[in-house]
């Protein structure tokens, strides 16, 4: 019996801290060997999906449930994995890392060309329905978990956004361009292609902000991992602290392309993002 997965959230509804790289991955082999990715064709097989069965029991004690859905490209490797996941069409909500969590958690009988299993692009549509839970640690501090409340409903279809040839993404410490001297950027690879924001939904004015009058630019420091999901937010210009709270959560709304090293390995990098309030 699988247990249901769950992300925790630092706080309601604005989770900033969720797992990066499946763990449990075995560890690569010629880990920068650039895959071919076959397109759909004669003589081509489509993977099939096997959506792995969370049979434990559902929660009845949700202090709110969410509903959406969420669309993911990604690669079916020939052992059947998912990799180098990016979203097609988010959900801007908690709800896309647990879709992320469940793509990784599927396996798959790969796709086969001539009989030889190949890697493949495609896309997996989830329905999500997410159960908020609420726990109090030894400290008396009030966190949050969201749970796949109930298996998400998946179809898999053909998707042909990839290039011809990939690196897989792997667990990596993140990487921070600005930071790092020359000769070390060039270890990077022979370029870095920023992330590209797919969806970046407008902060809404606090209260208080709406109260005070107050407009300006909040700045915000995050990581953007290898999936377009943001991280580890922190706001490096404040201005003004309800205000600033409001840019946080809007940012964990944010999604993008991921950052891509030589335009074939995702990479996880630190971005800045300005978030604007006008009156």
């Known amino acids: ?3 249901l997965i769950a992300v925790p959230l630092t706080f309601l509804c604005a989770s900033v801290l969720a797992r990066g790289q499946s763990s ?4 690569e082999t010629n880990a920068d060997r650039p895959v071919q990715v076959t397109k759909m064709g004669p003589g081509t097989t489509a993977p099939v999906l096997l959506p792995a069965d969370f049979s434990e029991p559902i929660s009845d004690n949700c202090e709110r449930k969410y509903h959406g859905k969420t669309e993911i490209a990604l690669i079916v490797d020939v052992d059947g994995r998912a ?6 069409k988010p959900a801007n909500n908690d709800l896309d890392r647990l879709a992320i969590e469940v793509a990784e958690t599927d396996r798959f009988t790969p796709a086969t060309q001539a009989g030889v299993a190949v890697a493949i692009g495609e896309s997996l549509e ?3 329905e997410g159960c908020l839970l609420s726990t ?3 400290s008396g501090k ?3 978990m969201l749970k796949l409340a109930a298996p998400a409903v998946q179809k898999l279809r053909s998707y042909d956004g990839y290039p011809a040839q990939v690196i897989y ?4 410490l993140p990487i921070n361009p600005t930071s790092l001297p020359p000769d070390q950027l060039r270890n990077l690879g022979r370029s870095l292609v920023w992330p590209l924001p797919l969806s970046s939904p407008d902060a809404e004015y606090s209260e208080e902000g709406r109260r005070k009058h107050i407009h300006g630019t909040c700045v915000v420091s995050l990581f953007v991992d290898a999936y377009g999901l943001p991280h580890n937010m922190q706001v490096t210009d404040s201005l003004e602290p309800s205000m600033d709270q409001k840019a946080l959560e809007a940012v964990n ?3 993008f392309k991921p950052a891509l090293r030589d335009g074939l390995e995702p990479v996880t990098v630190r971005i800045t993002v300005h978030v604007k309030f006008h009156p």
């Open 169 to 172: 993404a792997r667990e990596q």
């Open 142 to 144: 009030k966190t949050y």
């Open 136 to 138: 109090v640690d030894s």
């Open 1 to 3: 019996m699988r247990r």
């Open 83 to 88: 990799r180098n996941m990016q979203f097609v």
């Open 126 to 128: 989830l329905q999500i």
């Open 253 to 255: 709304r944010f999604r």
């Open 24 to 27: 449990s991955r075995p560890q």
